[in-house]
């Protein structure tokens, strides 16, 4: 997995990339500045960030949701084939 981080103007952009090998996910993530975020300069960067694996763990969820899905059908296919 690798994260990227981008600062523009007052905005933080994150994108977490995931290779499975077989395929890539991609989750983004945005956050823009408040008047708190120059007390600790990194919080628009980590906003942003958890938002980035937020949106990456849901796609995740959904390809895992679709993957069992796929298998299960497939083995209702065969066994219905045998009988």
């Not at 395929?23 to 983004?28: K, N």
């Amino acid at each position: 997995m690798r994260i990227f981080l981008f600062e523009h103007d007052d905005a933080s952009t994150a994108r977490a990339v995931l290779q499975t090998g077989s395929s890539t996910l991609t989750g983004h993530g945005i956050a823009h500045g408040s008047r708190i975020d120059h007390l600790v300069n990194e919080i628009g960067d980590e906003a942003a960030v958890a938002r980035a694996l937020t949106d990456l763990a849901g796609q995740l969820m959904a390809a895992s949701k679709n993957d069992t899905a796929a298998v299960v059908v497939g083995r209702a296919l065969a066994q219905a084939q045998v009988e």
